[in-house]
């Protein structure tokens, strides 16, 4: 049975879904997240997302994104393990990824 507890929550309040989907977490479940943004599109490859289950709240799955299609992406747990999940039956988090020097200095180069 797929029932969204969330999902008139979050349709009534959405200026900032990271917060308030946080906020019903496991305190576990946040641990890892720390440092991630939730996302609803625009996946990449190679993107490290956290994949929590819509109906349970609970994290499923850890990994990085190995191909994207229509309705499904396809992702890397581990070094033996691929998984291909439908994205719309989760809420999914994207690590943020950090700026160093020569991002910003070749995004300065791009601009002039």
Do not use: A
């Amino acid at each position: 049975m797929n029932i969204e507890p969330l999902k008139s929550y979050l349709n009534n309040n959405s200026h900032n879904k990271t917060k308030l989907i946080s906020d019903f977490l496991n305190k576990d479940i946040l641990i890892k997240l720390k440092n991630s943004e939730y996302i609803e599109g625009d996946f990449f490859i190679n993107d490290r997302l956290f994949f929590i289950k819509k109906n349970t709240l609970e994290l499923e799955y850890v990994g990085n994104i190995t191909y994207i299609q229509k309705d499904k992406i396809g992702i890397q747990i581990n070094k033996y393990r691929n998984v291909c999940v439908c994205p719309g039956d989760y809420y999914i988090f994207r690590k943020q990824k950090k700026i160093t020097k020569r991002d910003i200095m070749e995004e300065l180069l791009d601009k002039l």
